[in-house]
Each structure stands twice: as structure tokens, then as C-alpha cells.
């Protein structure tokens, strides 16, 4: 439960706790013989992960018909709460039809391994185009989120669920910081204004140069990388974390900077998915959310500020959360120094700024990003781990 000492409340008021107890999970694991599965893929993975531990608050499992249908056409609950993005566990029609309302079903992850329970109170069908267009805004496969909706099964099932139990992070022990234990650092920090930012890339000086502008006006950054699912020519996680470490250690004040990372998975949904990003930030106990351009993005299909201009369909304060909103960062030739189009006198061939798919270009032929782009630490990083091996 959200601590009254909190800077802010978890989204719709509670944070969500569905990891069961040591008596509820020897119940569960009993049974685990006599119940019918459903395996999870790896984002459904992360979506009982992030349900159980409160990071989607206030959600306490998988979406029934009547949440799903509001938060695809309006993006709210059925209850009214702000919501932008379902959170559905999809399965073929076949698997589906033994179900009945009140049964417990045993979900198990990619290896065949029991980790959580569904509490099957509904099934229903779904308009996957309609999910598309009105979550992506495109209904062309070739978009990575779509393509995940167009592949997935028919029916949705819903349901509360219970994850068995929080296994530590095989990869990133230090920085599983779930919402209670986020919150809890805050407190002690003393912090009352926390910016959180959310990232599947390195930071790079652009990023850098937003990040300080927020630190300049609140008490502390959440750098909270997400490490789920995402692109498979995105960067790999513990590469930008080693990214991460290396940049904290040398550019940042050690008191003002907590990592953790984000077991989500990545879905590309732009606008909407900067919604999705800032509730999740909020349940994690942050104040503030740092939204840049294309925020969430993937390819052209979104405008560059289009994931600010989002926020502002909302009522103030409803969110609950402050989005900080900043324009493409750039190197500026003429002034010597990271700035902005707000800041900077310069003219478009005096700005030095990169695409991700440029620097991954670089990366991969063995070549340094130039130092007006990333830290040379960084970068030297990057090309040791991103550079292809020549075959002989």
C-alpha cells in the first residue's frame, strides 16, 4: 500500500501487491499438477511481473471486456481512470473454450515453468485491426506492436492473478528496484520531486543535456532503462546498462541519480505509450516524467511531438503525474555546447545530432560516434560490444 510519506500516490490510489504469499503459493503449487496451463510469451511474461509487483497499478491482472474496449477507444478504465494501453493475455480460441468463470489457471513462462495463477473470470473476442489503428495508429504489420496483436491468439482471457513469487533478476540483481523498495529510497533520500526517465537506448548527450535540465529543477532522476522485450536491433540491455554505469559513474552527482531498471516490454505504441510510461513512472513513486521527441516511437508513424501533445487530451492533474516536455537536443557548433532549437542561434548545418539507427550503423563497422554525440567512454563501450566480428 502506498506509504502516506510518499511524494505522490500510486496511480488510482493503492499500489498493487499480487505476489502470493509463502501459504497462498504452496497452496497454488499443490494444485499445479490438476491445472489447466496457458504458456506465456516473454511480454506476457513481463505483464504479470509488472502487474504483481504494482508497476500497473491499478490493475490487478489481465483486462476484462469492458476495461479493454474503454482503454482501446477512449484510454480509461471502465471505471474512468486513465488508462492508454490494454494489458490483455491472448490465447487461441481451442485453448480458451474449457474454461469457466471462477477456475484457476496455471501460467507458465517460455521454458514450461510454473510462475503465476489467472483467476479466469471472463473470455472474449477482439477486433484486432481496431486495436491496431486505435492504439498505433496504423493497422500495417510491418509496425512491431502491430505485428504482435495481429500474431497473438483470438481471445482474450481475463482475470486477478498471482505471481508465485519475485525471483531476483538473473542479469541485473542491483537494480530490481520494484515500486514499494523505489519509494521507499526515495523517502530516505529526502526526495519530495522525483523525474523519471524512460529509455531503451544509451544515453547519449542529447538525453544527457534533458536529463540535467530536470535535475535543475527537482530533487532526483529515476533512470529506469526497460529491459523486456523489445526490437531485435535494438541495443541489448546489458550492454546500454554498462552504458548506463559507465556514464553515472563520471558525468552525474552519485546523490542525486538512483538506476533501476523496468522489466517491461517495449510496444512501440508512441503518444499512447508515453501515457503508459509516465502511470508506470507515477506507481514507481516518480513526480515527474521527462518526455522528448518521439517518445516511444518507431519509424514514421508518429510526428515528432506528438507524444507531448497527448498528454494535453487529459484534464490537469488526472494523470497525476507532471510530464516535462523537451525539444530534439543537438550539439550546437556555434556555441560550443548541448542546447535546443529554443536555445540555439545556430542554423540546421551547425547542429550535430544522430539517428539511433545511424550510431547502430557506426557501432556495427567498428566506428566511434563523434564526442559531440556521446561521452567517449560511452562510445568506446558501444564499439567493443556492437561491433560485428569479420568473418575470415
Given at each position: 500500500m502506498s506509504n502516506n510519506l510518499d511524494a505522490i500516490a500510486a496511480h488510482g490510489g493503492k499500489l498493487v501487491n499480487r505476489i502470493a504469499s509463502p501459504e497462498q503459493k504452496q497452496e497454488f503449487l499443490t494444485k499445479a499438477d490438476s491445472l489447466p496451463r496457458v504458456e506465456l510469451d516473454e511480454r506476457a511474461v513481463s505483464d504479470l511481473e509488472m502487474i504483481a509487483i504494482g508497476g500497473f497499478s491499478p490493475l490487478t491482472g489481465f483486462m476484462n471486456q469492458s476495461d479493454y474496449?474503454?482503454?482501446?477507444?477512449?484510454?480509461?478504465?471502465?471505471?474512468?481512470?486513465?488508462w492508454s494501453i490494454p494489458i490483455?493475455?491472448?490465447?487461441?480460441?481451442?485453448?480458451?473454450?474449457?474454461?469457466?468463470k471462477g477456475d484457476l489457471i496455471r501460467l507458465d513462462n517460455p521454458k514450461g515453468e510454473f510462475i503465476g495463477v489467472l483467476e479466469f473470470s471472463e473470455k472474449y473476442e477482439y477486433d484486432k485491426k481496431a486495436e491496431a489503428i486505435n492504439v498505433y495508429?496504423?493497422?500495417?504489420?510491418?509496425?512491431?506492436?502491430?505485428?504482435?496483436?495481429?500474431?497473438?491468439?483470438?481471445?482474450?482471457?481475463?482475470g486477478d492473478v498471482w505471481l508465485l513469487e519475485r525471483k531476483e533478476n538473473p542479469l541485473f540483481p542491483?537494480?530490481?528496484?520494484d515500486p514499494a523498495e523505489s519509494r521507499k529510497m526515495f523517502r530516505e533520500q529526502g526526495w519530495k520531486t522525483i523525474v523519471g526517465f524512460?529509455?531503451?537506448n544509451p544515453i547519449h548527450r542529447a538525453h544527457e543535456y534533458i536529463q540535467k535540465c530536470a535535475l535543475e529543477t527537482v530533487d532526483g532522476l529515476f533512470l529506469h532503462p526497460l529491459v523486456g522485450a523489445t526490437k531485435s536491433d535494438d541495443i541489448p540491455a546489458d550492454v546500454r546498462m554498462r552504458c548506463y554505469e559507465i556514464l553515472l559513474e563520471n558525468y552525474y552527482p552519485d546523490d542525486r541519480v538512483i538506476l533501476a531498471i523496468n522489466p517491461a516490454a517495449m510496444r512501440y505504441a508512441g503518444p499512447r505509450e508515453a501515457i503508459f510510461h509516465a502511470l508506470v513512472r507515477k506507481n514507481y513513486g516518480c513526480t515527474?516524467?521527462?518526455?522528448?521527441?518521439?517518445?516511444a516511437g518507431v519509424g514514421d508513424y508518429y510526428g515528432t511531438y506528438d507524444a507531448q501533445q497527448i498528454f494535453d487530451e487529459f484534464e490537469p492533474g488526472e494523470l497525476g503525474i507532471i510530464p516535462m516536455k523537451f525539444e530534439h537536443a543537438f550539439y550546437c557548433t556555434r556555441t560550443k555546447q548541448m542546447a535546443t532549437a529554443k536555445t540555439s542561434p545556430s542554423k540546421k548545418e551547425e547542429r550535430i545530432h544522430l539517428s539511433g539507427t545511424k550510431v547502430r550503423e557506426m557501432l556495427r563497422r567498428g566506428e566511434s560516434p563523434p564526442a559531440e554525440f556521446s561521452r567517449p567512454e560511452v562510445a568506446a563501450e558501444l564499439v567493443r560490444a556492437m561491433r560485428v566480428p569479420v568473418k575470415a
Open positions: 474496449k474503454r482503454v482501446v477507444s477512449e484510454m480509461r478504465l471502465a471505471n474512468g481512470v486513465a490483455t493475455l491472448s490465447v487461441d480460441e481451442k485453448v480458451a473454450n474449457p474454461f469457466k495508429r496504423t493497422d500495417e504489420d510491418k509496425h512491431p506492436g502491430v505485428k504482435v496483436v495481429y500474431n497473438q491468439g483470438a481471445v482474450n482471457i481475463a542491483k537494480y530490481q528496484i524512460q529509455t531503451r515527474h516524467f521527462i518526455v522528448g521527441r518521439d517518445h
